[in-house]
Each structure stands twice: as C-alpha cells, then as structure tokens.
C-alpha cells in the first residue's frame, strides 16, 4: 500500500503573518525561510499522524483487493473518492465504476467499500484510487492542537535555523509536540 500525492495542498496551515507573530519577528528577510519551515512542518505532522491538514489529492496503489473487501485508507480525513483504476496485463487500465460505493472518510482509518472490483492483470500496483483528503481549504478548518502543534515546530526549526539549514529539517521536535498531536496518531499494534 503506498500513497502519492498527485495534487499538492492549495495553501498551508498557517499564514506567514500567522508564524510571524507567533515568532514576533517585524521583518521581511526571511520570509522564504518562515513559508520553507511551515510546509516541512505540515510534511512532518502528516507523516507522523498520517492526517492530511488541507485538502489535497492523493493516489493510493495496491497490489490486491483485500480478502474482506473492505479497503482501509490509512491517510485522512477522506473527503471523496474521485476514481479507481484497475490495470491489465498488457499495462491497459479499466475504470471501476465509484457510483455504487460505501465511504467512511471519517473514521481513524477510513474504510472504503466498492460493489465491482475486477482482478488487477499486473502483480504490482494493478489498483488505482485517487482520493481527495484533508480538513479543508483554509487554516481555520484545521484542528486547534494541530495548528498550535504546527506553530511550536515551526518556532523551534526557526530557533536552530543557524545550526541546521532547511533541508536538513526538522531536527527536532519542540516539547509539547507529541502531547498536542496523540489524539491524532493512528494506534498500531
């Protein structure tokens, strides 16, 4: 099971005036720093949690239906199901119809059913689903912890930014972080 995104997040969590004032930095210097910082935030919160914050799209491959038929999304919130492909042998896809389908994009995971699903003809990643994820299209859908979450990483990435350049981030996690994002983390024997 693996996701890719085929559409990048309209906006990000935070507003560069919202880490601005969070940091009570007045200048204009490193605003690329600040936007570069708040999106490996967002990046790291959501590979942690595996929550999408902003809407987004997102490709899940498989190999195989599951046994039950029940197909466990394990990135979230799902807002849709936009289409399924299945791929022949000879590397032809065939669109699985979405109309009849049971989605609860809410749960922690979400879980999608679908009426007709024909046997993918390649071995590896012979599924397709492409989904739309995230709490919406503005800051203001997400989550208060997250966001707060978000800031208290962002701050610290800033306060070690002279010793760690932006690609070599997150270098650490703030204290705080893991208490505001635990009800948010998937619970996995």
Same mark, same amino acid.
């Given at each position: 099971?693996?996701?890719?995104?085929?559409?990048?997040?309209?906006?990000?969590?935070?507003?560069?005036?919202?880490?601005?004032?969070?940091?009570?930095?007045?200048?204009?210097?490193?605003?690329?720093?600040?936007?570069?910082?708040?999106?490996?935030?967002?990046?790291?919160?959501?590979?942690?949690?595996?929550?999408?914050?902003?809407?987004?799209?997102?490709?899940?491959?498989?190999?195989?239906?599951?046994?039950?038929?029940?197909?466990?999304?394990?990135?979230?919130?799902?807002?849709?199901?936009?289409?399924?492909?299945?791929?022949?042998? &000879?590397?032809? +896809?065939?669109? %699985? !119809?979405?109309?009849?389908?049971? =989605?609860?994009?809410?749960? *922690?995971?979400? /879980? $999608?059913?679908?009426?007709?699903?024909?046997?993918?003809?390649?071995?590896?990643?012979?599924?397709?689903?492409?989904?739309?994820?995230?709490?919406?299209?503005?800051?203001?859908?997400?989550?208060?912890?997250?966001?707060?979450?978000?800031?208290?990483?962002?701050?610290?990435?800033?306060?070690?930014?002279?010793?760690?350049?932006? &690609?070599?981030? +997150?270098?650490? %996690? !703030?204290?705080?972080?893991?208490? =505001?994002?635990?009800?948010? *983390?998937?619970? /996995? $024997?």
């Amino acid at each position: 099971m693996t996701y890719a995104v085929i559409e990048q997040p309209g906006a990000e969590p935070l507003t560069l005036a919202q880490v601005k004032a969070h940091l009570r930095v007045e200048h204009a210097e490193e605003d690329d720093l600040l936007a570069g910082l708040v999106t490996v935030a967002r990046q790291f919160l959501e590979a942690e949690t595996g929550v999408c914050l902003m809407r987004q799209r997102l490709r899940l491959y498989l190999d195989r239906w599951p046994k039950d038929g029940v197909i466990q999304l394990l990135r979230g919130p799902v807002q849709s199901l936009d289409a399924v492909t299945v791929y022949e042998a &000879d590397g032809s +896809p065939v669109s %699985v !119809p979405v109309a009849d389908h049971l =989605l609860d994009g809410d749960s *922690r995971p979400s /879980r $999608l059913w679908l009426r007709d699903t024909p046997q993918p003809g390649q071995a590896i990643n012979g599924i397709e689903i492409d989904l739309t994820v995230g709490f919406g299209e503005a800051g203001a859908d997400v989550p208060g912890p997250l966001i707060r979450a978000l800031l208290i990483h962002v701050a610290q990435m800033y306060a070690v930014r002279g010793t760690f350049s932006l &690609d070599q981030q +997150p270098a650490a %996690v !703030p204290d705080g972080y893991e208490r =505001l994002i635990a009800g948010y *983390r998937m619970r /996995r $024997l």
